[in-house]
T-cell receptor
Framework: GQSLEQPSEVTAVEGAIVQINCTYQ??????LSWYQQHDGGAPTFLSY????GLEETGRFSSFLSRSDSYGYLLLQELQMKDSASYFC?????????FGKGTRLHILP | EAGVTQFPSHSVIEKGQTVTLRCDPI?????LYWYRRVMGKEIKFLLH????????ESGMPNNRFLAERTGGTYSTLKVQPAELEDSGVYFC??????????FGAGSRLTVL
């Protein structure tokens, strides 16, 4: 079957850096995306990696290693508004599948 | 540019009844997806339309669920008859390519 694994919860301190990992087992893989979802809201797109390496978008960076079937989302200079759930998503041949999400708690 | 619109935002029905959820994607987006999220669990893929064609419907749980996208514009997802386990938030998302989806606000379904 096809699956994505990510930690259920991560806690970090305001101003710090946090990394959320994602491993996947899929076929027909094209790339890995990350989405943010605040409580009661809709998931919103953060980043996409098709090739190995690091993609940087402001305070957020995303990494992909296709050979390891692994990626991560790096959040820097954490702010309280970053408290949310973060989902990795695999882009496959005919669909996009999501992991179970990582709940990020930020302490002041 | 208008976003992805879903209706209703919340529906409460009794087991055995029928509910139809509607999604209006962003104009010009050929790809339309339906997902369901049950609290604490993954955003579960249901199906993917490209224009009016079902590209992949492997996530549809059973034949009580019927999705349509007539004319390649808006889409409907009908649940008939609804069961307790169908409760959750149903998200619709659209995209032009495959890399970034724009999600609607979701339709929360509660089956009593």
């Amino acid at each position: 079957g096809q699956s994505l694994e990510q930690p259920s919860e991560v806690t970090a301190v305001e101003g710090a850096i946090v990394q959320i990992n994602c491993t996947y087992q899929t076929s027909g893989f094209y790339g890995l995306s990350w989405y943010q979802q605040h409580d009661g809201g809709a998931p919103t797109f953060l980043s996409y990696n098709a090739l190995d390496g690091l993609e940087e978008t402001g305070r957020f960076s995303s990494f992909l290693s296709r050979s390891d079937s692994y990626g991560y989302l790096l959040l820097q200079e954490l702010q309280m508004k970053d408290s949310a759930s973060y989902f990795c998503a695999c882009i496959l041949d005919d669909k996009i599948i999501f992991g179970k999400g990582t709940r990020l708690h930020i302490l002041p | 540019e208008a976003g992805v619109t879903q209706f209703p935002s919340h529906s409460v029905i009794e087991k055995g009844q029928t509910v139809t959820l509607r999604c209006d994607p962003i104009s010009g987006h050929d790809n339309l997806y339906w997902y369901r999220r049950v609290m604490g669990k993954e955003i579960k893929f249901l199906l993917h339309f490209v224009k009016e064609s079902k590209q992949d419907e492997s996530g549809m749980p059973n034949n009580r669920f019927l999705a349509e996208r007539t004319g390649g514009t808006y889409s409907t997802l009908k649940v008939q008859p609804a069961e307790l386990e169908d409760s959750g938030v149903y998200f619709c998302a659209s995209s032009q390519g495959h890399t970034d989806l724009t999600f609607g606000a979701g339709s929360r379904l509660t089956v009593l």
